[in-house]
């Protein structure tokens, strides 16, 4: 069965300082993919990024960078500079492929992080 | 503006009213999602739907019924509700549809539903 966990219930930084935002997976498949959603106050969620278990590049979008270590099946997030703007609650989440290579239908988030940046 | 709208943002409901929540994507996706989201616990998907067929019923109870018209329009219809299902209503929708592991779906702000 698929699980993300999501250690840290909530984080407070100071504005401009870094922050890592942990999540931990399981899953037996070989082929799934990971995501990362931003819920900011307003309450939708925010598709940050998408990443399948084959490629384990590291990716970096201006302030956001994402570090895949299947190893450890984790799938860390780092905000650089932190902005109150990223004041939000951010989720993890995994979708299974399947050995047959058909999907479930279920996306399996993480119960969220709620990250604080304070001015 | 993310391309799925849901109306209304805020209710309140007696355990007696019918109401119904509506979902309207903009995004020419294929596959539309019901979420509820709960203080404290993982967002649970309760209802897919696939170029308007019902795919999935995530063991919803009766009183959450679902309608899709068509593939740009969900609703959920609400009635004899209990204060536990206080909650935040997300709507999703996907170009795959859903069963495609490596689809994005994207979400709307959601319905703050308060069940007095």
């Known amino acids: 069965a698929q699980k993300v966990t999501q250690a840290q219930t909530e984080i407070s930084v100071v504005e401009k300082e870094d922050v890592t935002l942990d999540c931990v997976y399981e899953t037996r498949d070989t082929t799934y993919y990971l995501f990362w959603y931003k819920q900011p106050p307003s309450g939708e969620l925010v598709f940050l990024i998408r990443r399948n278990s084959f490629d384990e590049q590291n990716e970096i979008s201006g302030r956001y960078s994402w570090n895949f270590q299947k190893s450890t099946s984790s799938f860390n997030f780092t905000i650089t500079a932190s902005q109150v703007v990223d004041s939000a609650v951010y989720f993890c989440?995994?979708?299974?492929?399947?050995?047959?290579?058909?999907?479930?239908?279920?996306?399996?988030f993480g119960k969220g992080t709620k990250l604080s940046v304070i001015p | 503006e993310t391309g799925v709208t849901q109306t209304p943002r805020h209710l309140v409901m007696g355990m007696t009213n019918k109401k119904s929540l509506k979902c309207e994507q903009h995004?020419?996706?294929?596959?539309m999602y019901w979420y509820k989201q709960s203080a404290k616990k993982p967002l649970e998907l309760m209802f897919v739907?696939?170029?308007?067929?019902?795919?999935e019923n995530n063991s919803v109870p009766s009183r959450f019924s679902p309608e899709c018209p068509n593939s740009s329009h969900l609703f959920l219809h609400l009635h004899t509700l209990q204060p536990e299902d206080s909650a935040l209503y997300l709507c999703?929708?996907?170009?795959?549809?859903?069963?495609?592991?490596?689809?994005?779906?994207?979400f709307g702000a959601g319905t703050r539903l308060s069940v007095l």
């Open positions: 989440a995994l979708s299974e492929a399947g050995n047959s290579g058909a999907g479930s239908y279920q996306l399996t």
């Open positions: 995004l020419g996706h294929n596959a």
């Open positions: 739907y696939n170029f308007k067929e019902q795919t």
């Open positions: 999703a929708s996907s170009q795959d549809p859903a069963g495609v592991a490596k689809n994005i779906q994207y």
